[in-house]
């Protein structure tokens, strides 16, 4: 018989825990405890629907769970079976971090390494973009790609970029303000060589981002440090470096979702931060590394959107979307005198980007892949976003503080009292958990409060991880 397992749950519509995921999860736990097998099939989405009572779409949704996490495979034509290749599974972590270390099953596991909010590299439309890059190659005069182009860009990937910038984010640009780059990090390099010389002052976010802080520095630029807290970037801290510092070049802030602490900047300050940039003749250097994945009604509106602003660099990434290694980024601005030195100094160091990658991720834009896997994407972490909040919840109440952030991927954890981050991350690591350090992200003192991600890892990884932090937060070692 093709369908040999048998429903044994009923939904139960009062949970907060939404309807699909109750689905999975009891799958889930079918799997683990061998009930459900290998190849084992599971019926089909509208068996399912008919079964429990309920949305065809919802039962759509739980499978969609599953396969993304690899609990099970779409088989085309046949249905949904259970992996043949899952992991072994592991204990989990139920004992005092105090135990023996002898007596703790978790010293065989592979590292759970909590990265910056990198996205799942298994759910990234690889095989659309192999496709496509496969096609480029077979199209009529495909020699004409193989000589040198344009060290901004493909134009056509740059018109449609603008189009893309003009449309969702409110700004008003042309392909001639726009170069593509392999990957932001290259643009705030690009941005900080062509801006800056040996003397300026760069005002920065305390905590926040060290890559685009070496990026000024290696220009030779002077880091002022400003606070940031629940709105975002302190303008007051701004207005009193531009009272005592004559050479402020720029500003730098990651607005959208600020980065280590995910926090947005919120109106007001953005209105003041325009007005008083335009009155000192600074440069807003604005990082948008994660506006894809939001999970509200729509993303907030990038600083450089705003008409007011006179001087603006905008930086963003295709990477997270279409695949973590694809190394495409650009940047934006109005200044076009800025953009051909960015053009000059790229002929420098890499005379082009990857013309045939852009043609491909061309390709996949314009046929509404991208566009769909966005959709796809932000479910998925949307979803994964929950279940760390209800995780969260249970293991760190009353240990720490943290907010459910509308995108991105990641959470932001401040221990209630202060802790030795040197002890914190040394004991993790012995858990096999890695965390970064909070120094990475501070500027001179050590901020208390560490960056969870929960993009790249399992659910399983999650829990497990969550539960070892807690135990550990909860001796506080002070400092």
């Not at 825990?17 to 109750?22: G, I």
């Not at 065989?108 to 095989?127: E, Q």
């Not at 801290?237 to 926090?263: C, F, G, M, S, W």
């Amino acid at each position: 018989m093709i369908r040999p397992w048998k429903l044994e749950f009923e939904i139960d519509k009062a949970l907060e825990k939404a309807v699909y995921l109750q689905i999975a999860d009891t799958i889930i736990a079918d799997i683990r405890s061998g009930r459900l097998k290998a190849d084992d099939a599971l019926p089909g989405s509208r068996i399912m629907a008919s079964m429990l009572k309920i949305n065809r779409n919802t039962v759509v949704e739980a499978y969609q769970v599953l396969i993304n996490e690899e609990w099970v495979i779409s088989k085309e034509r046949k249905g949904i079976f259970v992996s043949d290749k899952l992991p072994a599974l592991q204990e989990r972590f139920t004992k005092k971090y105090k135990e023996t270390e002898h007596s703790s099953p978790i010293f065989n596991r592979p590292m759970i390494n909590f990265d910056d909010g990198h996205p799942d590299s298994k759910i990234a439309p690889v095989t659309e973009l192999a496709r496509a890059y496969r096609q480029i190659f077979s199209r009529k005069a495909k020699w004409q790609m193989m000589g040198y182009g344009n060290e901004h860009g493909d134009i056509e990937f740059r018109k449609t970029i603008s189009q893309m910038l003009n449309h969702q984010r409110g700004m008003h640009i042309t392909e001639n303000e726009i170069s593509i780059t392999r990957g932001s990090q290259m643009a705030m390099f690009l941005t900080a060589q062509c801006l800056l010389k040996s003397g300026d002052q760069v005002i920065v976010e305390n905590p926040g981002y060290k890559p685009a802080w070496k990026a000024f520095e290696y220009a030779g630029a002077e880091l002022l440090p400003a606070a940031v807290d629940a709105e975002g970037i302190v303008v007051k801290d701004i207005e009193k470096l531009l009272a005592d510092n004559k050479n402020i070049k720029a500003i730098y802030i990651t607005p959208h979702r600020q980065y280590p602490t995910t926090v947005t900047l919120s109106l007001a300050r953005r209105l003041e931060l325009v007005e008083l940039c335009n009155s000192h003749e600074i440069t807003v250097i604005e990082d948008d590394y994660d506006n894809e994945f939001h999970f509200g009604y729509r993303p907030i509106l990038p600083v450089s959107s705003f008409s007011e602003l006179n001087r603006y660099v905008y930086i963003g990434t295709l990477s997270k979307v279409v695949a973590p290694a694809l190394r495409i980024g650009y940047l934006v601005s109005k200044d076009l005198n800025l953009i051909r030195k960015i053009g000059d100094l790229r002929k420098i160091i890499d005379v082009q980007g990857d013309v045939i990658m852009e043609q491909a991720v061309l390709q996949l834009i314009r046929e509404g892949a991208v566009r769909k896997h966005i959709k796809k994407a932000t479910v998925h972490y949307k979803n994964k976003r929950d279940q760390v909040h209800l995780l969260l919840e249970k293991h760190l109440t009353g240990i720490a503080d943290f907010t459910l952030p509308e995108g991105g991927l990641a959470f932001w954890i401040v221990p209630k009292t202060n802790a030795n981050w040197d002890t914190v991350t040394t004991l993790l690591l012995e858990k096999n958990i890695n965390i970064i350090h909070p120094k990475q992200y501070s500027y001179n003192a050590v901020i208390n409060g560490f960056r969870l991600s929960y993009g790249s890892l399992s659910e399983e990884n999650l829990e497990q991880s969550i539960i070892i932090i807690s135990e550990i937060l909860k001796t506080e070692i002070p400092q």
